[in-house]
């Protein structure tokens, strides 16, 4: 099973400022990952999906990329609303895993 | 836009069962992987199991192997988890998505969740 490590657990971040969350995987994934948000007591919300692509509706602000086994989401000028927990996926192989989640609170 | 919609959670004694079933009003799920995915009060997400477009392929998260079976009928729109042998563990909020066409991959659009809670 591929072991999804995010990091860090909690990021403290002021509204306006940038966030970078990080997700590294413990085998190669290729692209097949992605980002979801989720606020309290709401489901998850697709965020990022192959590595880099915004889904539909999502702020370009919201940004993720790849270097080697390490994927990054970054959030540019942080809003209100932006502040949630977010997981990493992995669906390169089954079982698809999940991170175990960055807490992104305003500071 | 997209809606799912779960039911049938509730509270079940350990070695019950229960059967969740998942409806997209005004939208057709035939030419979609779909999905289970569930977390436990607190907790992270775990995929559950998934299901391919026209039912032939399946998988399932070895922590419910051999005790969850997931269905669809694609005429009735809907999908199905048929939970048995259900253990203090299985109790989580279980959500159903839906996957992009052809391919059980990311998790496009997600449905409100229905609770389960095993307890004696």
């Known amino acids: 099973e591929i072991v999804l490590t995010q990091s860090p657990v909690t990021l403290s971040v002021s509204p306006g400022k940038r966030a970078t969350l990080s997700c590294r995987a413990s085998?190669?994934?290729?692209?097949?990952v992605a980002w979801y948000q989720q606020k309290p007591g709401q489901a998850p919300r697709l965020v990022i999906y192959n590595a880099s692509n915004r889904a539909t509706g999502v702020p370009v602000r919201f940004s993720g990329s790849r270097a080697g086994p390490e994927f990054t989401l970054a959030i540019s000028s942080l809003q209100s609303e932006d502040f949630a927990l977010y997981y990493c996926q992995q669906y390169n192989n089954w079982p698809f895993t999940f991170g175990q989640g960055t807490r992104l609170e305003i500071k | 836009q997209v809606r799912l919609v779960e039911s049938g959670g509730g509270l079940v004694k350990p070695g019950g069962s229960l059967r969740l079933s998942c409806a997209a009003p005004g939208f057709s799920i035939s030419d979609y992987y779909m999905t289970w995915i569930r977390q436990a009060p607190g907790k992270g997400l775990e995929l559950v199991a998934y299901i391919s477009d026209r039912g032939l392929y399946t998988d399932y998260a070895d922590s419910v192997k051999g005790r969850f079976t997931i269905s669809r009928d694609n005429a009735k729109n809907s999908v199905h988890l048929q939970m048995d042998s259900l253990r203090a563990e299985d109790t989580a909020i279980y959500y159903c998505?839906?996957?992009?066409?052809?391919?059980?991959?990311?998790?496009?659009?997600w449905g409100q969740g229905t609770l389960v809670s095993v307890s004696s």
């Open positions: 085998q190669t994934v290729g692209n097949n």
């Open positions: 998505a839906k996957s992009v066409v052809g391919t059980p991959g990311y998790l496009d659009s």
